[in-house]
């Protein structure tokens, strides 16, 4: 483990760029009046995520006159991002899970249940106990779902078998302990998903952090890419460390005009998987990553679309249904990925809206930020990100970028301490937590 003083954590922490969608004072200013005078506005929030987590925080200490209810069931959050880290032994698994006592300390109302129904009109949300929750305003940030039924003969029950791990949780603790019990020699295959699908590098360096352990515990063994795509986040990247740092350990099948590598079926009993080309590969460890959707009461809410929820780009305001906003995971948000940066930038733009409304603060134009570091070995990563903007009725592009992939071994461990540094913001925004060890 890598370990920060105060004052480096501090600094990572402000170095951290962690995308603040309400501007700064050099922005141009909107006036928004009050709508609320006299009451206390009821903010409702759904999911206690990147996206979900951050807005309860963030508005709850800035505007402490709004009442901040936040939904969760679970009483501990595996983080999704850094999980893959853990599979390739860099970090262990308590240090992925955070709770939600600092969020409480500033004055979140944490309800520990699950929502199940949504009045839109009413404005109200039914929980799994029984329980009506009013809102003013709600946010939904519930993650994805998978589509199951899109993998014959996969299911909720084929997960004990052959894990997703793209919940982090129990399943990340499965899949770790089916390749440490894996005898030396055997065979790992990982499905990759179709677009669009929560952090598009993820699988990658996935591959990556399992093709590290294998290469340094279990070298004979090697593990299989099958995708469903012609082409993936950091490509070039990825490929360059499958060739050149776990050559013979990875094999890839990535999907062409002629052969398609989308999984036709899966086998929980023998562990066999059938490609659509006809490949047949029997594994010791699946990892079968399923196409995925917006979390089940976005739908119920009236706000997907399709299996995602158009939004309104300048607030993240769903497009469907008033009063309501979607962020996370669950939008479709344009040109913007599913990551936990972008969920908590899209906090921050929706808490800058909400105080507008409720706390006659100013409203800046909304600019967004995304940026996904990947691990290919130790102390090894490289990133990709942008900043985003409203343009034409969908969130765009202003200006990308990619790690170079000449960069030396210096600049690659730069990028791996950033990324260090990021998640001590990340937790420090979503939990309201500091990290001292990572």
Partial sequence: MVEFNRRQFAKLLGSAGLAAASGTGAL?????????????????????????????????RGSPEIDVTLIEEQQLYTTCFFSNLYLGGFRSFESLMHDYSGLETVGVRMVRDRATD?????KSVTLQSGQQVPY??????????????????????????????????PQTKLLYDQLRAMPD???????APPNPFRCPPGPYERVCMIAHYLKTSK????????????AFSKQALFMEAFNKDYAGIVEV????????FAIKSVDAKTKEIETVSGLKIKADVANIIPPQRAGRIASVAGCTEGDWCPIVPDTF????VPDVYVVGDATDAGDMPKSAFSANSQAKSVSNDLEALFAGKPRYPSRYRNTCWSMLGPANSVKIGAYYE???????????????GTEDTRTREKSFKESLGWYAGMIAEVFNKRVDKI
Avoid: C, W
Wanted: no cysteine; aromatic share 4%.
């Fill in 28 to 60: 141009a200013q909107v006036a928004a009046p009050n709508v609320n005078r006299g009451a206390r506005a009821r903010i409702v929030i759904i999911g206690g995520g990147p996206g979900g987590g951050t807005l309860a925080h963030i508005l709850r």
């Fill in 118 to 122: 949504i009045n839109t009109t009413a």
């Fill in 136 to 169: 003013d305003r709600l946010v939904l940030s519930p993650g994805i779902d998978f589509k199951y039924e899109d993998v014959p003969g996969y299911s909720v029950a084929a997960t004990e078998v052959m894990p997703h791990a793209y919940k982090a949780g």
């Fill in 185 to 191: 020699g055997g065979t790992v295959v990982l499905a």
């Fill in 219 to 230: 070298p004979r063994s090697k593990i299989v890419l099958l995708d469903p795509k012609k």
């Fill in 253 to 260: 099948h990535l999907s062409n005009d002629i052969d398609s």
């Fill in 317 to 320: 305001a769903s497009a469907k």
């Fill in 390 to 404: 409203p343009k034409d009725g969908k969130v765009a592009v202003k200006l990308g970028f990619v790690s170079d």
